[in-house]
């Protein structure tokens, strides 16, 4: 029953936020990475701006989860921050609706929205890039069946910690109800895991992004858990 009601509050609310704006913002990032990675192909004449494929890889990773990472502090800012700051979210606290189901229908769709995301745009970029290296060998070296499965192992895995980590930026922007706060946030935390020393980051330690990732539902969890008594007036 509980479920159902949270399945039935998913549904409003990507109605309510027209959800499509954010699968066109999507569609929009993908294509602006691909053509990153082009201008990193042909930018520098002078030398190989890539080595081998599993390095396009890991950059193509790298970018998608930085971008989506701060695109569902967009989303957090839409769909929560901005909610509480305008009071607009004491208007569905009238209605005889649980709270706490509330707040899990809104973090379920922003950490479900980061995932797919994540996995769908690697999945269209490194299709992308394969086609187009095939038919311009700008980038040396094949694409093998294991480089590949080891790559969409790593997606999904990476997928999973930044959808989760993605909610951190939610308790600096509930403190003040600060939009700013909560996009900025996100911008540092993804910039600190995505930076690159000699093509080493901080996701290449698994234990890294999964510690953020568990910060990132503990945040979520008191954030439901609070939802009750916290204040509307700040």
Known sequence: MEGLLVNKL???????????????????VTIGIFLFILLGIYGDTSDIAFHDISEVFSIIDTFVKVAFIITASVLLSRMVIDEFKSKSITVMFMYPIPRKKLMTAKLIIVVLYTFIAIILSNIVLISGFLLYNSYAHTVPGTATISMVAHQVTTSVINSLAASCLSLIPLWFGMRKYSAAATITSSILIAGFLGSSTGGFTLWSIIAVPFAFAALGIVIGYLTIRKIDTIDLYK
């Open 10 to 28: 998913i549904r409003l609310e990507l109605k309510k936020f027209r959800f499509a704006t954010y699968i066109r913002t999507a569609m929009y």
